[in-house]
């Protein structure tokens, strides 16, 4: 098998997608266990995937991702939800219950360690938006690489309308107000990529010191 760096200075994001193609049900099941297992700030559960195939709801939601190839085509598109100002306490409160016992030290510790970096006031509601979005791309990311160990193509979306696409998602009993699509994605077997691989040169990348 070839090595994560192999993987990634291969991959490509893929610009569209065979519409025939259907991922193994195993191996994006695997991703997917990626994704839920990916690392987030202070362990918050803030996060959640909904799944759209092929069919009349990845046709109704089409014109919130404009039309994109690598929207309409993909295999399999996922929308990573996260929650926005309005569920982050309560998201923290459900991880707390679920990670300590009632009354312990270490959750009191804890609890006063995110309440005094999240809710005491510095952060607007846009700020705690921008952190729970920042968690979304995390899960991406790790389905980046983990994709691309299963030959499976991918293209981060977030050419989107999120106030589009919100409105539909709550409409339809997808989605919570509390709740945002930050992030979406896209996998398949590509069929199109555009131009060539750039990145910045190794020096200008890194320094060591
Ligand atoms: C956060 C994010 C959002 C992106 N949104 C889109 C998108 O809406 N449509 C698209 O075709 N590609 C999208 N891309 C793919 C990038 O354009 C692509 O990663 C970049 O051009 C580098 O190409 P490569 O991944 O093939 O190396 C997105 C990538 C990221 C990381």
Same mark, same amino acid.
């Given at each position: 098998?070839?090595?994560?760096?192999?993987?990634?200075?291969?991959?490509r994001?893929?610009?569209?997608?065979?519409?025939?193609y259907?991922?193994?049900?195993?191996?994006?099941?695997?991703?997917?266990?990626?994704?839920?297992?990916a690392?987030?700030?202070?362990?918050?559960?803030?996060?959640?995937?909904?799944?759209?195939?092929?069919?009349?709801m990845?046709?109704?939601?089409?014109?919130?991702?404009?039309?994109?190839l690598?929207?309409?085509?993909?295999?399999?598109?996922?929308?990573?939800?996260?929650?926005?100002?309005?569920g982050?306490? /309560?998201?923290?409160?459900h991880?707390?219950?679920? @990670?300590?016992? #009632?009354d &312990?030290?270490?959750?009191?510790?804890? !609890?006063?360690n995110?309440?005094?970096?999240l809710?005491?006031g510095?952060?607007?509601d846009?700020?705690?938006?921008?952190?729970?979005?920042?968690?979304?791309?995390?899960?991406?990311?790790?389905?980046?690489?983990?994709?691309?160990s299963?030959?499976?193509d991918t293209?981060?979306?977030?050419?989107?309308?999120?106030?589009?696409?919100?409105?539909i998602?709550i409409?339809?009993?997808?989605?919570q107000?509390?709740? /945002?699509?930050?992030?979406?994605?896209a996998?398949? @077997?590509s069929? #199109?990529? &555009?131009?060539?691989?750039?990145?910045? !040169?190794?020096?200008?990348?890194?320094?060591e010191?």
């Open positions: 098998m070839k090595n994560i760096a192999e993987l990634m200075t291969e991959r994001s893929a610009q569209d997608f065979d519409p025939h259907q991922i193994p049900e195993a191996d994006f099941n695997a991703v997917i266990e990626a994704m839920r297992m690392p987030s700030s202070y362990g918050i559960l803030g996060q959640r995937l909904l799944i759209v195939n092929p069919g009349p990845r046709e109704k939601l089409a014109p919130c991702f404009y039309n994109q690598n929207y309409l085509n993909a295999s399999k598109f996922v929308i990573v939800l996260g929650v926005n100002h309005k982050l306490k /309560t998201a923290v409160t991880t707390i219950d679920l @990670k300590f016992q #009632k &312990s030290e270490l959750r009191s510790t804890y !609890e006063g995110i309440h005094k970096a809710f005491s510095y952060l607007n846009q700020q705690m938006d921008s952190y729970s979005s920042q968690q979304t791309y995390i899960t991406t990311g790790i389905a980046t690489v983990a994709a691309a299963l030959n499976i293209c981060m979306i977030g050419g989107f309308s999120s106030k589009a696409l919100s409105e998602l409409q339809e009993g997808l989605m107000e509390h709740e /945002t699509p930050f992030i979406t994605m996998f398949g @077997k069929t #199109k990529v &555009s131009g060539d691989k750039l990145r910045t !040169e190794l020096k200008e990348f890194v320094k010191f």
